[in-house]
């Protein structure tokens, strides 16, 4: 479970550039729920993916993880979090470009700090579940749009997430291949109970999940079903 | 193991841009050598002479150009003992042997000076005797001189120097000290197909008997002495013996150490002194260009170490794939250098140009490499410092 209270974020603290991203966000995301975030760009969306996935930090207010508070943790209980926890998948893949989609899931798997027997059966796992197994040995500069975003979500489950957080998942695809990625993520949600945070411009995208949140300059306006 | 993986993508991922580094360090470094190669080939020549050319002394030998009588000599002697001062009087002896092998040309010399020789050898040690380069006698071989066994324990290289103390020169410095030898070409004139008689140098204490028998009947006298002054001089007791000297000027031939010593050490640090600037500059453009390939790298592979952070990496991760991917640039580049310093070698080249590398040149290759992969970890450590994960993110990787 994931709760968030009053959280704050500042870019660029007390410069002249200064810029509340984040004004007091609270909510709570419960366990195997689909969740899409919406809002007008600059909104601050990605922000909120970003510290929900410890890749970013916030000034004020309280982000748990269950039942782990993440703030002031040192840096390798971040990585832990980001390992173990969280799989981010992103509009642009942030995929290694050159190495291959099997060597693109095992990253997770080589920085993971659990005993993990058979590393390269486990990411073939994972690709095999977003149905891509056959493209494991390919350059990932070699794939298309949706293989690449396909890469990228088997990289965020191959170390089992309770979370996965998707920022934008098919604002690079053509509608049809961003169709196919989401019925990959309501499959993930369904049958295997994971959590799952989409943030989308795409009103079709939202209407599929459980709950919309709608943030609107830096603050939660709308938390419906 | 893993940063090792990421290292080594990173570094095949750069490689384009990693070539020039590594050019232009491995050119660098093969500078820094072949200066230090040159500066060794020289400080060697000096090193066994500069116990004498540091202290008050002499060299010098009886006026007129034939061997000295033995007149001649003792006048030598009586002048020196007239100096203030106590003095040992040091000379070269040298004879022939004759063996199965053919001629053999002995240059005895006085131990303190055999025991600081360090002209490389093709084979061998120092620790008997040390015969120039020839097919004629080898490593183990032995050698009678009167009832004395030598035993030749090293070969030195083709061109190479051999200690003798009979050059004398109004520039006299310490290359004058020594002949230049070569297997097939001597200062005499040879006849068609003769080779020069091969030499063998030899410490002046395992043959000492034979001397006190043998001198003048077979065994030679250098007709230059070093004379070396034991204690220290006050500055009216060598002006005193400047004068005396002087005075005696139609008996002898000499010239102080103070003037030897002073040309041999610039002799010496020539070389340094010729090569530093350029090195220096070099070295400037070159760390210049070391900067730049290092921050365009990171910042090129900024991205995918943000993937891997984001993956469940940490900056410290970031930080060791980085530095193990400079280190195999710094890495490649020492290998390529040590690789055409070994062709160098192997060939013999070195002593022909007149190298000769030591132990001074891995000391500071290494302080080279070191500073090298400091500086790319500072540069590394400054681009990170002000980017975030997020902006890394968004940076243009490839
Ligand atoms: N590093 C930064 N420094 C200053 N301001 C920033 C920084 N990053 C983001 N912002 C600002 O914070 C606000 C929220 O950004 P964020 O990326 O979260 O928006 P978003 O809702 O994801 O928008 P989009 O839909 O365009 O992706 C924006 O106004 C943006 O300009
Ligand atoms: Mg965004």
């Known amino acids: 479970m994931i709760k968030l209270t009053n959280i704050q974020k500042v870019y660029n603290p007390r410069k002249a550039n200064e810029f509340e991203a984040l004004k007091g966000v609270s909510c709570e995301i419960e366990d195997g729920e689909l969740v899409a975030i919406i809002g007008k760009s600059g909104a601050g969306k990605s922000t909120l993916l970003h510290i929900l996935a410890c890749i970013d930090s916030y000034q004020s207010g309280e982000y748990v993880i269950d039942d782990i508070t993440v703030k002031k943790l040192s840096e390798k209980k971040y990585a832990r979090i980001r390992n173990e926890k969280v799989g981010m998948v992103m509009q642009d893949f942030a995929l290694v470009e050159d190495f291959t989609a099997l060597e693109n899931v095992m990253i997770p798997l080589s920085f993971s700090k659990k005993k993990i027997k058979n590393k390269k059966q486990k990411a073939l796992d994972a690709l095999k579940q977003v149905g891509i197994e056959e493209l494991a040995k390919k350059p990932c500069n070699k794939l298309s749009g949706g293989q690449k975003q396909r890469v990228a979500i088997a990289r965020a489950i191959v170390n089992e997430p309770s979370m996965i957080l998707a920022d934008e998942p098919t604002g690079a695809l053509d509608s049809k291949t961003g169709e196919e990625i989401m019925e990959l993520f309501k499959k993930l949600n369904r049958e295997e109970g994971r959590t799952v945070i989409i943030v989308t411009h795409d009103p079709k995208i939202a209407e599929q999940c459980d709950r919309i949140i709608e943030i609107s300059d830096g603050e939660i306006v709308k938390n419906a079903g | ?398």
Request: hydrophobic share 45%; with cysteine; glycine share 6%.
């Open chain 2, 1 to 398: 193991m893993k940063y090792l993986k990421y290292g080594f993508a990173q570094f095949c991922r750069s490689f384009s841009l990693y070539v020039i580094m590594i050019a232009e360090l491995a050119a660098i470094m093969l500078a820094l050598n072949i200066a230090i190669g040159s500066y060794n080939s020289r400080n060697m020549l000096y090193k066994p002479f500069e116990q004498y050319l540091t202290r008050d002394g002499w060299f010098i030998r009886s006026a007129g150009i034939d061997k000295p009588t033995e007149a001649e000599n003792d006048k030598l002697y009586e002048i020196i003992d007239t100096l203030e001062g106590e003095y040992e009087i040091i000379s070269f002896y040298s004879s022939t042997v004759s063996a199965e092998a053919g001629d053999l040309r002995l240059t005895i010399v006085n131990d303190d000076i055999y025991n600081l020789l360090c002209i490389p050898l093709e084979e061998g040690d120092y620790s008997e005797a040390v015969v120039t380069l020839n097919t004629d006698f080898g490593l183990g071989d032995t050698v009678r001189l009167g009832s004395t066994e030598l035993k030749i324990s090293g070969v030195l290289t083709e061109n190479t120097y051999v200690p003798d103390i009979n050059n004398y020169n109004i520039d006299m410095d310490v290359t004058k000290f020594y002949n230049v030898f070569q297997s097939n070409v001597q200062l005499v004139q040879l006849n068609e197909g003769e080779k020069p008689t091969p030499i063998m140098i030899l410490p002046q204490s395992a043959v000492q008997s034979e001397i006190d028998k043998n001198l003048n009947h077979g065994i030679y006298q250098s007709f230059y002495r070093l004379v070396v002054c034991r204690t220290e001089l006050t500055e009216q007791q060598r002006e005193h013996n400047a004068d005396i000297l002087a005075e005696n000027s139609m008996e002898i031939v000499y010239m102080p150490f103070s003037k030897i010593n002073k040309r041999s050490e610039i002799y010496v640090n020539e070389s340094l002194q010729k090569v530093i600037p350029i090195i220096v500059c070099v070295s400037v453009i070159a760390i210049f260009g070391i900067l730049c390939c290092c921050s365009i790298n990171v910042s090129r592979s900024m991205r995918n170490n943000a993937v891997l952070y984001v993956c469940g990496a940490t900056q410290k991760d970031m930080r060791i794939i980085n530095a193990v991917s400079d280190f195999l640039v710094v890495s490649v580049s020492l290998v390529i250098s040590i690789a055409v310093l070994k062709i160098i070698t192997l060939n013999g080249a070195d002593n022909s140009i007149g190298l000769v590398l030591g132990n001074n040149n891995i000391l500071v290759t290494t302080v080279f490499v070191i500073s090298v992969f400091i500086i790319t970890q500072i540069v590394s450590y400054l681009v990170f410092k002000k980017k975030t994960i997020r902006s890394m993110l968004v940076s243009g990787g490839f």
